[in-house]
C-alpha cells in the first residue's frame, strides 16, 4: 500500500496501523534529529539528559512501523509534568497523528500540574487541553563582540559546577523549577560538550548556569541567578566556553524585566517566542531569579 493510500485509510477510519509506544535511546535520538529540521536548534548531547528526566516520558507514533510523530511527557516528582518535543514530520500531518500521540502522551501525566513552552501559533491548540498563558518568553540570539573581551568581574566568585556540592546545587535549583529532578541534572551539568558554573557568595549559591554546544552555535541554559548583576557577570563567564564569532541563544522569560533589560543592553536580537502555559495554577517559582530556561522542551 503507499504512503497516500496508507494515510487515506488511516484518515478515514479508525485503524490499527497507527501505534503510539515509549521511546528508547535511540528513538530520542531521531526526535532530537526530527527538532534539529524544524529549526529547534538541539544541543549535540541533549538526549542523553532528556533520557533521564524520565525515561517513560517520552513517545513515538508509528504508522506500520515507520516512525512519524513524537512527543514528551516528562513526569517529575511532586506532582510536575511538562510537555515538548512535539513533532509530526511533515508528510505525515493532516490525519491527526499528533492528537492520537497527545492523547496517549498526556495520560503519562495526569493527575500532574503539567506545563509547555507553546509556539505563539499553537497556544490555541494547547487551550483545547486545558492549558492557560502564564507569561511569554523569548529566544534571544547573542553575538558577544569579542574585540573588546566580555570577561567576568567576578572569578573569585564563580566555581566549575562540579566543584560545588551537588546537594547545595539542587536546593538552590528547585527555588528556580517547581520540582526535583536531581537525574536530570547529574546529566546535564556534565555534558561532555559544554560547562557548567555555579557562583558563591561564602557557603551560599548565587547562580547556576550552562552553556552547551549545539546544531549551531551555543545555548546557555539554565541562567539562574540572584539578582541581574550577578546574572549578568555569570553570563560572560558562560561565554568564554564559546567559540568566537559564533552565535549564543538563550531562553529568557518576559516576565524578568532586569532580564529583559540585560538582553537589550548587549543588543541581543530576537529570534522567536513561546507562551508558557499551564493546565493549573502557575507554580510559586523564584521567576525574578529565571534569566535563562533550561530547555523549552523539558521547562
Not at 177 to 204: I, Y
Amino acid at each position: 500500500m503507499s504512503w497516500k493510500a496508507t494515510l487515506e485509510k488511516v484518515a478515514g477510519a479508525s485503524s490499527d496501523l497507527f501505534t503510539v509506544r515509549t521511546m528508547n535511546s535511540e528513538d530520542l535520538q531521531l526526535a532530537i534529529d526530527w527538532a534539529a529540521t524544524e529549526g529547534w536548534n538541539p544541543g549535540l548531547d541533549d538526549a542523553a539528559a532528556f533520557h533521564q528526566a524520565d525515561p517513560r516520558g517520552f513517545f513515538i507514533g508509528e504508522l506500520e512501523g515507520e516512525p512519524v510523530g513524537a512527543m514528551s511527557a516528562v513526569r517529575y516528582p511532586e506532582e510536575f509534568s511538562f510537555i515538548g518535543l512535539f513533532i509530526v514530520r511533515p508528510e505525515f500531518r493532516g490525519p491527526g497523528f499528533g492528537s492520537r500521540i497527545a492523547n496517549i502522551a498526556l495520560r503519562h501525566t495526569e493527575g500532574t500540574l503539567t506545563g509547555v513552552d507553546g509556539v505563539f501559533e499553537k497556544e490555541s491548540s494547547y487551550r483545547k487541553f486545558g492549558f492557560k498563558t502564564a507569561h511569554k518568553s523569548y529566544r534571544f540570539e547573542y553575538r558577544p563582540d569579542w574585540s573588546i573581551g566580555h570577561k567576568s568581574k567576578e572569578t573569585n566568585r564563580i566555581r566549575l559546577a562540579e566543584e560545588v556540592s551537588f546537594d547545595a546545587i539542587t536546593r538552590y535549583d528547585r527555588t528556580c523549577f517547581p520540582s526535583c529532578r536531581d537525574a536530570f541534572l547529574r546529566e546535564w551539568l556534565t555534558m561532555p560538550q559544554a560547562n557548567s558554573l555555579v557562583m558563591v557568595d561564602g557557603d551560599e549559591i548565587t547562580g547556576l548556569g550552562t552553556i552547551r554546544t549545539c546544531r549551531e552555535g551555543y545555548k546557555i541554559g539554565p541562567l539562574f541567578a540572584d539578582d541581574v548583576d550577578r546574572a549578568a557577570d555569570l553570563l560572560h563567564a558562560l561565554t568564554d566556553f564559546a567559540t568566537p564569532s559564533q552565535p549564543i541563544y538563550i531562553d529568557m522569560p518576559e516576565i524578568n524585566e532586569p532580564g529583559m533589560q540585560l538582553a537589550r543592553a548587549l543588543d541581543m536580537h530576537e529570534v522567536f517566542g513561546t507562551a508558557r502555559m499551564y493546565n493549573g495554577p502557575a507554580p510559586d517559582i523564584h521567576l525574578d531569579r529565571i534569566f535563562g530556561i533550561t530547555s523549552f522542551e523539558l521547562g
